[in-house]
């Protein structure tokens, strides 16, 4: 993937918000919604597992204990400073059998057979098909992949807020009225849930490779 318009602005966004990308998080409350969607992934031991655009690592740790030391862990994140906060994490934890690839989804060297994929508030790259098909091809058959984020709320008047909401964390609003669009051309979409907490803003959907 060449590094063009969008790529260079997402780049740009996230060395601007990167040290404070966790605090932003729990002042908006979503990270019940990181919980939701882990708890559909249902990680299990010895699985490898790949957090696609993994940002600050905020889901590695959950990740990594869910699929114990037989499993793997791979975390992929383009952006240098999302990542080095991502490092900073494990190294404090000492989760050095977390593997983390400096890289676009688009261009990632993803392990072979991935049990599971998981897309959490990565709106970028769930509107790339490209990403989404080099994921989905690394998804063993049986596999699954489970994406969250935020789309248009249920109420009209509400949906400029959301959109201007996201615009610091995104290059493109393209797509916010269904997300996982591009994931559900090329897996089976088996659960759509959108939150009533957030009056249908935040989503969470199951999708299987067969």
């Not at 996982?180 to 199951?206: C, D, F, K, N």
Request: aromatic residues 6%; hydrophobic residues 45%; charged residues 25%.
């Amino acid at each position: 993937m060449t590094a063009g318009p969008s790529r260079r602005s997402s780049l740009a966004q996230y060395r601007e918000h990167a040290r404070s990308y966790d605090s932003s998080f729990s002042v908006v409350s979503v990270r019940p919604v990181y919980r939701r969607a882990l708890r559909r992934l249902a990680p299990r031991p010895g699985e490898t597992i790949v957090d696609v655009a993994c940002g600050t690592g905020l889901n590695l740790g959950a990740l990594r204990n869910a699929v114990g030391p037989a499993g793997r862990v791979v975390g992929v994140e383009p952006s240098p400073d999302m990542l080095a906060v991502a490092r900073a994490r494990l190294a404090e934890r000492g989760w050095g059998d977390v593997e983390l690839l400096e890289a676009a989804a688009e261009d990632a060297e993803l392990p072979e057979a991935v049990d599971a994929a998981l897309f959490s508030f990565t709106h970028d790259v769930l509107r790339s098909p490209v990403a989404v098909e080099r994921v989905v091809a690394a998804l063993r058959p049986g596999g699954r992949a489970v994406a969250a984020g935020s789309m248009d709320p249920w109420l009209a008047p509400l949906r400029p807020l959301l959109r201007r909401a996201s615009k610091p964390y995104v290059t493109t609003l393209e797509g916010l009225d269904q997300p996982w669009s591009h994931l559900a051309q090329r897996l089976t979409i088996e659960h759509v849930e959108r939150l009533p907490a957030y009056l249908g803003s935040m989503y969470v959907v199951t999708a299987g490779k067969t």
